[in-house]
């Protein structure tokens, strides 16, 4: 490996040696972007990788709120402000009960890189607690949201920084937070939060953004080799924003989503799952998805992992490290093409590899599910132009963005002989566009 990355890795696996999934990612980065660093021996000098690697700000709080007994529950907050340099902090926030420094700068970190893909002017954030909304009342979410807020609202801005959502915050944590930012500041910005319903100055396809990009992407990887999406079989972990949406992009191309999961276990529903049914359960009653099989008895419920189920094309839209290097043997030998990466970081490096290797066109998170925060951009514009776009005006700008965020990765690939490894791909373009602000803006 070139010295200068060794050194840089190095470094950072000392400063960093209890986060293994920011490691993780970093690695990921660092060792396909070699061909890039060989050829500007400059960086080295303005200690570029130092300083893309250590985020701007970290900032650590505490959420103290009143559950519906009249306890006093205290939870953890985060803000990983990493990047700036194209544009305001920019990233979701995720509450659930593992999140923790580590997938915070994971996570802040990947998104430096996705939003660079997106063309738009975005930098790279993600905060989040470990607060767990599950079995929460609305009232509970309420108070976690408005305490949230009232920490996190002095280093947020629309021209600062601009959260969205992410695993457990949607539309119902979102409208909770914006009410008590706009309180705190006794003024309407509407662009200092996105993924806003409607009717106070969200933006539509919003919500379907990331699934649909998601579909697009793996549309034009497909296309690319010759294949196509008709009369594939499709099955997808999770089946909460990014999923459904997902799958009901994959129907309208054509394709049979057969499995669905959440953090229990999955539905396998060979005649194809009803994408309507499970959007009920999870968006109105906020079920589990072991509730399908009562409205449709010829499917089964499993304990255990959706990637048992053969497929042509895997979409893994939970969490991160959801393929491990067994899931991904097992998807190789049941035949799949394609996998196509809605979460983030949803593959562990082994099962990328492995796919790599043999011949599985991974489409990377970092490109494929970054239709989520371009649409998020879209929606900033949208609230500082005080004029809305319809649905179709929305799909379509999603749809180009997406298209050209293929078209970098292929070329980036293409380049660098990885021709087909849209992994790299995504890594370098973005990184190449990422070196060259940070050189022209001089040692910030
Ligand atoms: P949601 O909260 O809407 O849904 C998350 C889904 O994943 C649920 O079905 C959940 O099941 C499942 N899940 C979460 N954690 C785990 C876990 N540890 N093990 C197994 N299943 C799990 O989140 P989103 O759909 O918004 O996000 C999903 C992924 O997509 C995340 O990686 C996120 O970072 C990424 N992403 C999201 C974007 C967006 O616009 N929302 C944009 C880009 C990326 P359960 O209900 O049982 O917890």
């Not at 293994?20 to 660093?37: G, H, M, R, W, Y």
């Not at 305490?147 to 457990?168: C, N």
């Not at 394709?255 to 959440?262: E, G, L």
């Not at 010829?298 to 094309?313: L, P, R, T």
Request: with cysteine.
């Amino acid at each position: 490996m070139n010295k200068y990355l060794n050194n840089v890795l190095e470094r950072t696996k000392k400063l960093n040696n209890n986060e293994p999934e920011f490691l993780q990612a970093v690695e990921e980065v660092l060792t396909s972007i070699e061909p890039v660093i060989d050829a500007h021996s400059e960086y080295e000098n303005s200690a570029l990788l130092e300083r893309m690697t250590e985020p701007e700000r970290c900032i650590l709080f505490r959420v103290p709120w009143v559950n519906d007994k009249g306890e006093v529950i205290v939870n953890r907050g985060y803000r990983i402000q990493f990047s700036s340099l194209i544009g305001p902090y920019k990233g979701g926030l995720r509450f659930h009960p593992s999140v923790n420094l580590s997938i915070m700068k994971f996570l802040g970190f990947e998104q430096i890189f996705k939003n660079a893909l997106t063309g738009l002017p975005i930098g790279g954030a993600k905060g989040g607690s470990d607060f767990d909304p599950k079995g929460k009342s609305d009232n509970e979410i309420m108070r976690f949201c408005q305490s949230f807020m009232t920490e996190l609202y002095r280093h947020i801005g629309q021209d600062v920084d601009v959260p969205a959502g992410d695993i457990g915050v949607g539309g119902r944590e979102i409208g909770y937070l914006f009410g008590q930012y706009k309180r705190i500041r006794n003024a309407y910005e509407g662009g200092v939060l996105t993924g806003k319903d409607i009717c106070y100055g969200g933006s539509l396809a919003r919500k379907e953004a990331t699934g649909y990009g998601l579909m697009y992407f793996m549309r034009e990887m497909l296309n690319a080799h010759n294949n196509s999406l008709n009369g594939k079989i499709v099955t997808i972990s999770g089946s909460g924003n990014v999923a459904i949406y997902a799958a009901q992009k994959a129907y309208a191309m054509g394709a049979k989503v057969v499995a669905m999961s959440d953090s229990n276990g999955y539905i396998y529903d060979e005649n194809g799952i009803d994408i309507e049914s499970v959007k009920n359960i999870k968006e109105v009653q906020r079920g589990r998805i072991k509730e399908y099989i009562n409205k449709h008895p010829q499917a089964q419920y499993k304990e255990s992992k959706v990637w048992e189920i053969k497929a042509d094309i895997a979409l893994p839209c939970a969490t991160q490290n959801d393929i491990t290097l067994e899931d991904a043997k097992k998807l190789v030998s049941n035949g799949v093409i394609a996998i196509g990466e809605g979460a983030n970081m949803p593959c562990t490096y082994e099962a990328t590899q492995y796919f790599i290797k043999n011949n599985v066109l991974v489409a990377p998170a970092k490109a494929a599910n970054a239709g989520g925060v371009a649409t998020s951009a879209i929606e900033m514009s949208q609230n500082s132009m005080r004029y809305y776009y319809n649905f179709e005006e929305v799909d379509q700008k999603l749809e180009q963005i997406m298209v050209n965020i293929f078209k970098q990765c292929k070329n980036a690939s293409e380049k660098y002989n990885h021709n087909g490894n849209y992994v790299i791909g995504a890594n370098i373009a973005a990184f190449e566009k990422l070196a060259s602000a940070m050189t022209m803006q001089g040692i910030v």
